[in-house]
C-alpha cells in the first residue's frame, strides 16, 4: 500500500522536475541568445563582432578586446556601470536595455571571454 502511494507521489513529481528542468534551461538559453543578439545590434558596431576590437572603427577609439585580462579584471559592478552609464565616446545603455539588459551584457562579457 504504502509503496503504491510512494510510486504516484514519484510518478507525479517527476514530470514536474523534468518539466521545469526543461523550461529553466530553454529561459537560460534564450536569455544568452538575447544577450548576443543585443551585442550585435548594440555594441559590435564599436567593440567588434566578438568584441575583440579588431574593426576599424575599435582601432580608432583605442578600444581594447572585451576579453582581455585588462577588461575581465574590471568587477561586475564595474562593467555594469560602464555599459549602464557609458564611458567617453561610449554612451550609457541603462535606458534603452533597462538594468536587467545591462545586467545581461555583463554576463555576456563574461562568457565571450570562456569561448576562445
Ligand atoms: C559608440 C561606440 C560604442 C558602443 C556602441 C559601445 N561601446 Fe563600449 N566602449 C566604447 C568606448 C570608446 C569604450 C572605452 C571607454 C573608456 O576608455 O573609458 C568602451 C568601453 C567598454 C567597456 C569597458 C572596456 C574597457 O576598455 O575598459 C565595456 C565592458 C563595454 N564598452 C561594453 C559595451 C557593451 C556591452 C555595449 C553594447 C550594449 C557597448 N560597449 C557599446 C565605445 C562603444
Redesign the pocket.
Known amino acids: 500500500m504504502q509503496t503504491l502511494q510512494f510510486s504516484r507521489v514519484v510518478a507525479g513529481v517527476v514530470p514536474l522536475v523534468v518539466m521545469f528542468v526543461f523550461v529553466a534551461a530553454c529561459g537560460a538559453t534564450l536569455q544568452a541568445a538575447d544577450a548576443a543578439a ?2 550585435k545590434a ?2 559590435s ?3 567588434g563582432p566578438e ?1 575583440n576590437a579588431n574593426t576599424p ?1 575599435a582601432k580608432n ?4 578586446d ?1 576579453k582581455s585580462p ?2 575581465q579584471k ?1 568587477s561586475d559592478a564595474e ?1 555594469h556601470q ?2 549602464a552609464k ?6 550609457g ?1 541603462e535606458k534603452s ?1 533597462g538594468a536587467d539588459g ?1 545586467k545581461d ?2 554576463a ?2 563574461r562568457q565571450l571571454a570562456k569561448k576562445k
Open positions: 543585443v551585442f548594440r555594441c558596431g564599436c567593440h568584441g572603427a577609439q583605442g578600444l581594447k572585451l585588462d577588461v574590471k562593467l560602464i555599459i557609458g564611458s567617453k565616446k561610449m554612451p545603455f536595455l545591462v551584457q555583463v555576456y562579457m
